[in-house]
């Protein structure tokens, strides 16, 4: 009899509620096990490990393994009771890990090893380089020393970390042979560091040493790309990857050319809930979660679960659930439409950006209204409060990041202070901004 195939396997226990790449991957194993029955209990413990909703009844009111203090779920305080399987290995009943499943998806997500998750990205950069490079010289190039705003900066958290800051280059130019010259083999560098220039571009005579330059030059390569943006082919959007990520690296990329870890934000390009993911090579990501920090650095339940949500979201191609990749690939049509509906203002194009210090320059076509004069108090005088901002003296209300259940919100408040088109408080000439 023949081996049934790896997909009608996979499809055989779609009741797992696992998304398909992970079921092609328990029926691989199975198969290769020899054994394709033993897909169902493939699926079923990988299942077991994600995070969910557990009924405790051990009278342990604090339970650590089940997420300590329990929270009702929803608004109302009649909401269900909810204790989690935060760190109980489901299959077993022994204690688990927090990361385990969580790390499996972002793992897979991105074609690494092996990932866990910490508090955010600062974290995650402070982590890998007290657990990899502590006391050791870690060359960086002059053009990645980098302010990410809110006072992170490269310099200061290698110092923190324990880590040697080696400049290696110039501003605008660095290249292979200058991290080469940096290396000391009398005071040998682990770690060479290589940093995404999120929220600034230097452009004109430049030079910098692409990522498989970099591989193997130093033990571990490791690439902060903060943005985080999964896979450059964006395989989770049903049409291709929009042009303004210009050349935005990937994570799946940036891996595949050699870096042996890569961190990232969760709530940037990623489009998750606050955090800092590591990835990369197992032996590495092990060093980084047993490093005592780890311990101040680790999320809380909410975080891992929302984090977990948004992982899987990407693991079934959904884009549209992914709240960030929805408002960034609306149609500038739909918005301008629904800004005509509005009746209020002037209807006008606008550019919208991506934020957080990513993608500096990049511009999505956006649409939306504009009152004249500026009335940005007013509005966020107004229940829920409405944030706008002022473009050549004008009020610009940019659609793309308001939903549309809101829409009736900024209706209402223009109507209660006689906001309408063509009114006194309404400009005339539609403007770009
Ligand atoms: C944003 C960013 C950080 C800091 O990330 P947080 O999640 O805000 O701590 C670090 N490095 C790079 C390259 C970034 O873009």
């Given at each position: 009899m023949r081996p049934p195939s790896v997909d009608a396997l996979a499809r055989s226990v779609t009741d797992?509620?696992?998304?398909?790449?992970?079921?092609?991957?328990?029926?691989?194993?199975?198969?290769?096990?020899?054994?394709?029955?033993?897909?169902?209990?493939?699926?079923?413990?990988l299942a077991g490990h994600l995070l969910g909703p557990v009924v405790n009844a051990t009278g342990v009111l604090l339970h650590t393994n089940m997420g300590r203090a329990p929270r009702r779920v929803g608004p109302s305080d009649e909401g269900p009771l909810r204790y989690s399987n935060l760190e109980i290995d489901i299959t077993t009943g022994d204690r688990g890990s927090r990361q385990a499943g969580l790390g499996h998806l972002l793992?897979?997500?991105?074609?690494?090893?092996?990932?866990?998750?910490?508090?955010?990205?600062?974290?995650?950069?402070?982590?890998?380089?007290?657990?990899?490079?502590?006391?050791?010289?870690?060359?960086?190039?002059?053009?990645?020393?980098?302010?990410?705003?809110?006072?992170?900066?490269?310099?200061?958290?290698?110092?923190?970390?324990?880590?040697?800051?080696?400049?290696?280059?110039t501003t605008n130019r660095t290249r292979r042979s200058d991290y080469e010259a940096a290396l000391d083999p009398g005071d040998p560098s682990t770690v060479v560091l290589k940093i995404h220039p999120s929220n600034y571009r230097i452009q004109g005579f430049t030079e910098e040493a692409t990522i498989s330059e970099l591989a193997g030059l130093a033990p571990d390569l490791v690439v902060d790309l903060g943005s985080g943006l999964v896979d450059r082919n964006c395989q989770w959007l049903d049409g291709p990857p929009p042009g303004w990520l210009g050349d935005e690296p990937g994570v799946r990329q940036t891996l595949a050319a050699g870096a042996d870890i890569v961190t990232f934000s969760g709530d940037k390009l990623f489009g998750?809930?606050?955090?800092?993911?590591?990835?990369?090579?197992?032996?590495?990501?092990?060093?980084?979660?047993?490093?005592?920090?780890?311990?101040?650095?680790?999320?809380g339940g909410l975080v891992m679960e929302a984090l977990q949500e948004t992982t899987l979201a990407y693991l079934r191609r959904d884009g549209d659930s992914i709240p960030f990749w929805r408002t960034a690939t609306i149609d500038a049509a739909e918005l301008?439409?629904?800004a005509r509906d509005l009746?209020?203002?002037?209807?006008?194009?606008?550019?919208?950006?991506p934020g957080a210090g990513s993608l500096p320059l990049a511009v999505i076509p956006s649409a939306g209204i504009a009152l004249s004069g500026d009335v940005t108090a007013q509005l966020r005088r107004s229940v829920p409060p409405i944030v706008a901002r002022v473009v050549e003296g004008r009020t610009v209300l940019?659609?793309?990041?308001?939903?549309?259940?809101?829409?009736?919100?900024?209706?209402?408040v223009a109507a209660e202070h006689g906001w309408f088109p063509g009114s006194a408080a309404s400009g005339r000439a539609p403007v770009r901004d």
């Open positions: 797992t509620g696992l998304p398909h790449p992970l079921l092609v991957d328990c029926a691989r194993q199975a198969i290769a096990a020899g054994d394709p029955d033993s897909v169902r209990a493939r699926a079923t413990e793992a897979r997500l991105t074609g690494a090893e092996a990932a866990i998750v910490v508090n955010n990205c600062a974290a995650a950069v402070t982590l890998v380089l007290a657990a990899l490079a502590a006391g050791t010289r870690v060359p960086v190039s002059r053009g990645e020393l980098v302010e990410i705003g809110g006072g992170f900066r490269i310099p200061e958290v290698m110092a923190q970390s324990g880590a040697r800051l080696v400049e290696v280059g998750g809930p606050q955090a800092g993911i590591i990835v990369g090579r197992a032996d590495l990501v092990d060093r980084c979660a047993r490093h005592p920090l780890m311990r101040a650095f680790r999320p301008r439409r629904r009746g209020v203002g002037d209807v006008i194009d606008t550019e919208a950006t940019d659609l793309r990041t308001v939903d549309p259940a809101d829409d009736e919100v900024i209706a209402r």
